[in-house]
């Protein structure tokens, strides 16, 4: 007889299976929800190192640009006497880095609406780079205020594409 199960009056056995099968769904459940928050809270850890990675690198790039400019008024004199140019050719070569987000900048924000912002900072900055790059191996003026020019693009990228780049990576309902 104890292998046999004892009934019990009125099917109170089923109700207690149900109770246990529903407080067993409740922890799987629980188990499932915790997985769940724990899986949103890695894939917000990782959204927020991209983030802080594309804050960085527009930061990194906005200071090169800006340091590049500086730099160009305390070599005013070393510039002139190296490229035999005069006091408002000078000032066109500084201005030069102004010139494409003077003239470009709105035209530009049109292209990021059409073709995306990955593609139109990496063309930019591309084109930025090769600037600088260009700036090492220059003997004319003309070439260094071509390739300053070329620096303008990369500056086209950090002031006209901020307030969008920003915009894009927080989202209006997470900004204070």
């Known amino acids: ?32 929800t915790n997985n769940k928050n724990e899986m949103n809270e890695k894939i917000q850890e990782k959204i927020s190192y991209q983030k802080l990675a594309c804050v960085l690198l ?11 400019s500086a730099q160009l008024s305390p070599l005013a004199e070393q510039l002139m006497e190296q490229f035999h140019i005069t006091k408002s050719q ?12 003077l003239f470009l900048g709105i035209p530009f924000t049109w292209l990021v609406r059409r073709y995306g912002i990955k593609r139109c900072q990496s063309v930019g900055l591309l084109i930025g780079l090769a600037g600088l ?31 969008t780049t920003f915009s894009k990576i927080f989202k209006k309902e997470n900004v204070g």
């Not at 527009?58 to 590049?68: H, M, T, V």
């Not at 000078?90 to 987000?101: A, D, G, I, N, R």
């Not at 004319?140 to 002031?159: A, K, Q, W």
């Open 1 to 32: 007889m104890a292998n046999k199960k004892r009934k019990r009056p009125n099917g109170t056995s089923n109700q207690n299976n149900q109770n246990n099968k529903s407080k067993n769904n409740k922890k799987n459940n629980n188990k499932q």
């Open 58 to 68: 527009f930061c990194l790039c906005s200071f090169a640009i800006n340091l590049y």
């Open 90 to 101: 000078y000032t066109s070569l500084y201005m030069s880095t102004l010139l494409p987000s």
């Open 133 to 163: 790059c260009l700036r090492i191996f220059c003997s004319r003026f003309i070439v260094f205020y071509f390739s300053t020019l070329l620096i303008g693009f990369s500056n086209i990228v950090i002031s006209t594409m901020g307030v």
